[in-house]
């Protein structure tokens, strides 16, 4: 039986230290890490490893369930993917322990506060940038294409490949500029 550890913060600027010195202190003999989102489980190399090398008997040490997963699909998932190796899963700081019936429950239902907590969480933020747009502070990202200046040139009657080039944007951008003038 080998235990392996799965550390995971979401930015690059976040420290893995104290998952790590756990997971240590819980048995782990391999640890995987990396800075990636948890609200999904693509892109995520570090987890796609431990979940290939689990076998028979394993167990995936993590710290809390939310640094696996952030949503109760991920999650399950996960969970599948651990059993179908004939593996368990286990938390340091909560009570789950996937080869019983009340560790079980408690992943299920830690997994829906996960998923959750990053609803409120993007509900926040849109309240936010909402908020910013009514109070003229969020304008959003300045543009990158100055339509004056392509207008100018058409007037000169520079063709759309020729504004494009002179300007050093994309052809398709000239035909949007031009296309919203008429």
């Given at each position: 039986m080998t235990i392996i550890g799965y550390a995971r913060v979401s930015t690059s600027d976040q420290s893995l230290e104290i998952q790590e010195v756990a997971l240590k202190s819980a048995g782990c003999s391999v640890i995987r890490a990396e800075k990636r989102?948890?609200?999904?489980?693509?892109?995520?190399?570090?987890?796609?490893?431990?979940?290939?090398?689990?076998s028979a008997g394993d167990v995936l040490m993590v710290t809390r369930i939310d640094r696996l997963a952030r949503?109760?699909?991920?999650?399950?998932?996960?969970?599948?993917?651990?059993?179908?190796?004939?593996?368990?899963?286990?938390?340091?700081?909560?009570?789950?322990?996937?080869s019983t019936a009340a560790g079980k429950a408690f992943l299920d239902m830690?997994?829906?506060?996960?998923?959750?907590?990053?609803?409120?969480?993007?509900?926040?933020?849109l309240e936010g940038i909402a908020k910013a747009k009514a109070a003229g502070v969020y304008k959003g990202r300045?543009?990158?294409?100055?339509?004056?200046?392509?207008?100018?040139?058409?007037?000169?009657?520079?063709?759309?490949?020729?504004?494009?080039?002179?300007?050093?944007?994309?052809?398709?951008?000239?035909?949007r500029v031009l296309g919203e003038h008429t």
């Open positions: 989102s948890g609200t999904t489980t693509s892109g995520r190399a570090e987890l796609q490893t431990v979940l290939d090398f689990l949503s109760i699909g991920d999650l399950q998932d996960i969970v599948r993917a651990v059993k179908a190796k004939g593996a368990s899963l286990k938390a340091t700081e909560q009570p789950i322990d996937t830690l997994g829906v506060f996960a998923e959750f907590e990053t609803n409120l969480r993007k509900e926040r933020q300045r543009p990158s294409v100055d339509v004056l200046q392509v207008r100018a040139l058409k007037q000169e009657g520079i063709g759309p490949s020729a504004i494009a080039k002179t300007l050093g944007i994309g052809r398709a951008s000239v035909y």
